[in-house]
């Protein structure tokens, strides 16, 4: 718990991200406790990184953790995660908020594209195992067949925001902190025992309707309860990506300053903002900007204070393509006659050169053109 709430930053917004194996593969989870999980832990990571660096551009990490069971004690693998929304961009230099909706709520990837990501690489990895030797079999024949029909199907992957919008960090970890801790069944679920049965309490399909009394055989319930003995020394709660042991102090500095910057731009815009009424206004206005950019800067080697000495605006795209000094092939590649065309098929009437002296000595362009094409492979684009 304390570990936990160390990885979170004020300002950031927390997603559970819950990662399923399907009920077709729980028999062979159960022979292969330690192989299949451990893809478990492995496909759901690496679908999530991916996807999360794909489309958000920062830098992705995670606390997860396996559980086993349903709420009738049945056989039903799954990780919980915990994911941070936003976070620094790849690069380090920006922090990135997390995406809305259009009602606002926050949003982190698609949960049905992650799902076949996920399926795919789980299924890739399960193959390996079984052309390595490493999975356990009583009867071979059949995997070929189930992983197949494993590939057709949807596999579930849940993503849910915060509880509340205005949630803090430990908010966060204390309502995740049930996933996060205990068993297969607390002790407050267990009503009691009578003519060889258990009762114990399990949640309606509906929350809204509370909880409902189920009961089981004695033997039945001490052999579901079985079923969610982890092996041996196994971690069934793992962090990842910028939350692991080794990157998450960096990772959390680097935030802080980033953050610290982004708030410090924020003031000095304040200041810029600010219209002066007089000249002594307006001197306090730019003695009160320099002094903000003053300390906004420092060496990331020695950490001392640096100043501006020099600084110029760089072009828009626009000024730099249509511009008086504007590059000239752009002139008939904006113009989409060339986008994309090999040499060969370029004819002299699809770039409009400035006509060239009748007498000349110098080679025409057009024919360097077709000659170097002769000696590359290379082909023209739009850039």
Same mark, same amino acid.
């Given at each position: !718990?304390?570990?936990?709430?160390? /990885?979170?930053? @004020? =300002?950031? #917004?927390?997603?559970? &991200?819950?990662? +399923? ?60 995660? !915990?994911?941070?929304?936003?976070? /620094?961009?790849? @690069? =380090?230099? #920006?922090?990135?908020? &997390?995406?809305? +909706? ?282």
């Amino acid at each position: !718990m304390e570990s936990s709430t160390q /990885l979170l930053v @004020d =300002g950031v #917004t927390y997603f559970q &991200v819950v990662f +399923t194996l399907p009920k077709q593969l729980s028999s062979l989870a159960l022979g292969n406790r330690q192989l299949m999980y451990d893809l478990l832990f492995k496909a759901a990571w690496e679908s999530l990184e991916t996807k999360v660096e794909k489309e958000r551009g920062i830098q992705a990490g995670a606390l997860a953790v396996l559980h086993t069971w349903n709420q009738e004690l049945g056989h039903h693998p799954h990780i919980h995660m !915990m994911v941070p929304g936003n976070g /620094l961009s790849l @690069d =380090g230099q #920006t922090w990135r908020d &997390v995406r809305l +909706t259009r009602e606002g709520k926050p949003f982190l990837v698609d949960n049905t594209e992650l799902g076949h990501d996920f399926r795919d690489l789980y299924l890739s990895y399960l193959t390996q195992a079984v052309y390595s030797g490493e999975l356990h079999l009583e009867d071979s024949c059949y995997i070929a067949d189930l992983i197949d029909d494993l590939r057709t199907i949807d596999w579930n992957v849940f993503i849910e925001g915060p509880p509340q919008a205005t949630c803090s960090p430990e908010h966060m970890i204390r309502y995740l902190t049930r996933y996060l801790t205990g068993g297969p069944i607390s002790d407050q679920r267990i009503i009691g025992q009578s003519d060889g049965q258990i009762a114990f309490h399990i949640r309606r399909r509906d929350k809204q309707l509370g909880q409902e009394p189920f009961r089981l055989p004695a033997a039945e319930f001490v052999r579901r309860w079985t079923m969610h003995v982890l092996p041996k020394e196994f971690t069934k709660v793992r962090q990842f990506g910028c939350w692991t042991n080794k990157k998450r102090a960096a990772y959390l500095k680097a935030s802080q300053l980033v953050l610290k910057g982004e708030s410090q731009s924020t003031e000095i815009e304040e200041a810029a903002a600010s219209v002066p009424t007089s000249v002594e206004q307006s001197l306090d206005a730019i003695e009160r900007g320099l002094s903000l950019l003053n300390r906004t800067k420092k060496c990331p080697h020695c950490s001392l204070e640096m100043r501006c000495v020099a600084q110029s605006e760089r072009p828009a795209w626009r000024d730099l393509f249509y511009g008086a000094d504007h590059p000239r092939w752009f002139e008939w590649s904006s113009a989409g006659k060339c986008a994309s065309i090999p040499f060969d098929d370029i004819t002299k009437e699809t770039i409009e050169f400035e006509p060239q002296p009748e007498e000349s000595d110098e080679p025409d362009i057009f024919d360097q053109m077709i000659e170097l094409n002769r000696k590359s492979s290379f082909e023209l684009t739009q850039h």
